[in-house]
């Protein structure tokens, strides 16, 4: 079965509670589809489908997005981590001129592409791992980098973060007070209460901000 043959058999399209107006493939139970993800791959103790939950930080960085189109219209975004393609898929939705999805999962990137026909959008994908490369090599000199949910294990969270410093683009952080998240560096945008499921989170609502990451200097 080909990752976009599992998907379409195993999820159903919905839209997340915080962002009606985009639909993707999600789980409607976390353990069977779990489950199914490890017989496909045959393999035990796999980490969870991340392409097939809306997770907080995603949400709360898609809504922001659509209720603030400018930060984004007519910019080449980058959407890292990307997993659904929600943030990426908001972005195309809210008028950015380019968007690229990057995921290291093949799952992902199917669940992406397919995200991004039901939604009608028009949106890159690549399952290149991103993080510590430069912009030519990302495909394009990149306005916007969008990063959701990213911040929950700390050698991602690191990599991460002194990757972004680096390069020194305007970058939006959603983020539901994962462990890793930089306590400092960041400027607090937004924040929202964002349904999520009891199975993979310790509650039924999460609140989630929105964060620019802030320059040395004060310049974001």
Not at 103 to 129: G, W
Not at 161 to 169: C, N, R
Not at 187 to 210: I, M
């Amino acid at each position: 079965m080909t990752p976009a043959d599992f998907i379409t058999t195993n999820a159903a399209l919905i839209s997340p509670p915080l962002v009606p107006e985009i639909k993707l493939y999600l789980a409607t139970e976390v353990l069977p589809l779990w489950h199914a993800t490890e017989e496909e791959l045959a393999e035990n103790g796999v980490p969870p489908p991340y392409w097939a939950f809306a997770w907080a930080g995603g949400q709360a960085l898609a809504r922001y997005i659509l209720d603030n189109p400018d930060i984004v219209r007519g910019k080449k975004v980058l959407d890292v981590g990307s997993g659904s393609g929600l943030v990426g898929l908001a972005a195309a939705m809210a008028g950015a001129a380019q968007v690229l999805a990057a995921d290291i999962d093949a799952f992902s990137c199917a669940a992406i592409r397919l995200n991004a026909i039901a939604n009608a959008q028009d949106i890159a994908v690549t399952q290149d791992d991103v993080i510590g490369t430069d912009h030519f090599q990302t495909g394009g000199n990149w306005d916007m980098i969008l990063v959701g949910d990213l911040f929950y294990e700390r050698p991602l969270a690191e990599r991460l973060l002194a990757w972004l410093k680096e390069l020194q683009t305007d970058a939006l952080l959603g983020d539901p007070g994962r462990s890793y998240f930089p306590k400092s560096g960041v400027e607090k945008l937004s924040a929202y209460n964002v349904q999520v499921t009891r199975d993979l989170e310790d509650r039924e609502v999460r609140e989630t901000g929105v964060y620019r990451l802030v320059r040395p200097g004060g310049l974001a």
